[in-house]
């Protein structure tokens, strides 16, 4: 029977883990989510699942067996040779080597892996870990270890649901996923990504063997602009495909403040979106995903958990939810010096409006009418 409320799935190797050093994902970000939704009474013990680690062979359902080895032996070892650098693209500077290089990765793919089993009868599942859609067979990529969104719809494809539709909303492009599910008639990958950001891929005329519906945006993208995609794209496509499930991959890096990402959305749009595909299929997956200023990440994916519990978001965090925002820091970022005090006092972003310029909705009947051919 699909369970009546959703579930959260985290774990507390988040907030004993991190990327070394400067790196981007040096940030507390999924822990941040569980304590501020714990703190504003909305997580209780009930809803709440401790991520597995996926074990190995699990993980070579899409990647590769020497490759899993790999990560297992950085993780024992510290270390890497030159070859399994350049072959495997682990102890880079994007991809380094830290004390958690496996489990880390393997607790956010098992919580992936679990929801496919969770969602078999319907239901929705939140898992703010996930969404690491880099990942490549073989290879480390942009941050990503494993690709746990392509584990999770394996998952789900393994309990018997066919019919996927993925929405991506990262401000990367999910090249991973598509390498993944190109060509497959059963799925529809929806990726709405800033326009020449790494790694550069998901132009408009690419559509992946005939998945996917590839939607580059410029630079500035404003709350207005992604109603347009919104109400223009996304929630016409999904209904047509009219899919089983639904994976929605929410990164956090559109929002003006990400320090990787030039585009200008407030966290309204990521809920919208969200609320919107709420009910679109009788399975729903919402994984997190980029996002590296820790304030905007922590508010944002706790609305997020907000919607789809229904909650009406408050204007003003309660004082221990404040408390945990005001803990937060932001080393050797501009971003940190003097953060601005709404994001320590409420949740909710004032709107980011403004024109739809365009070349956006040049793009979107661009896709639309690509749409309509296929159906």
């Known amino acids: 029977m699909a369970r009546e409320r959703p579930l959260f799935i985290g774990s507390e190797i988040y907030r004993r883990s991190k990327y070394a050093g400067w790196h981007p994902l040096r940030v507390p970000r999924v822990s941040t989510v569980m304590d501020l939704s714990r703190a504003m009474g909305w997580l209780p013990g009930d809803v709440y699942l401790t991520s597995p680690r996926a074990k190995p062979h699990l993980l070579e359902r899409w990647h590769r067996p020497n490759y899993v080895a790999a990560l297992l032996r950085a993780e024992a070892t510290q270390a890497v040779t030159p070859e399994e650098r350049a072959r495997f693209g682990i102890g880079t500077v994007s991809n380094p080597v830290y004390p958690e290089i496996y489990r880390r990765p393997a607790t956010a793919a098992g919580g992936s892996i679990l929801s496919g089993e969770l969602l078999k009868d319907g239901g929705v599942v939140y898992h703010p870990a ?17 690709n746990d969104p392509v584990l999770a719809m394996l998952s789900l494809r393994h309990h018997g649901v066919r019919r996927i539709a993925y929405v991506d909303i990262d401000a990367h492009h999910c090249d991973g996923v598509e390498v993944g599910f190109s060509g497959d008639p059963d799925c529809l990958m929806i990726s709405v990504h800033e326009e020449g950001l790494w790694p550069r891929t998901g132009r408009l005329e690419d559509d992946a063997g005939g998945s996917a519906l590839n939607l580059p945006v410029p630079r500035g993208l404003n709350d207005d602009e992604m109603d347009a995609i919104r109400e223009g794209l996304i929630q016409p496509a999904v209904a047509a495909f009219r899919p089983q499930a639904v994976v929605l991959q929410c990164g956090s890096d559109a929002v003006e403040e990400d ?8 966290n309204n749009a990521h809920w919208e979106i969200v609320a919107a595909l709420m009910g679109m299929a009788p399975r729903l997956l919402v994984l997190g995903g980029g996002g590296y200023n820790p304030w905007s990440v922590g508010r944002l994916w706790t ?37 601005p005090d709404h994001w320590f006092t409420t949740l909710r972003d ?13 793009r979107i009947g661009v896709l639309r009418g690509r749409l309509r051919a296929a159906v």
Do not use: K, Y
């Open 303 to 339: 609305g997020v958990w907000a919607t789809l519990n229904g909650i009406e978001v408050p204007d003003r965090l309660t004082p221990g939810a404040e408390a945990i925002q005001r803990a937060l820091s932001f080393p050797g970022n501009r971003r940190g010096r003097n953060p």
């Open 130 to 146: 996930g969404g690491t859609h880099h990942g490549m067979p073989g290879r480390a990529n942009g941050f990503c270890f494993l």
């Open 350 to 362: 004032r709107p980011r409006g403004g024109p739809v310029r365009p070349e956006i909705r040049h």
């Open 259 to 266: 320090p990787l990402s030039h585009l200008g959305l407030s």
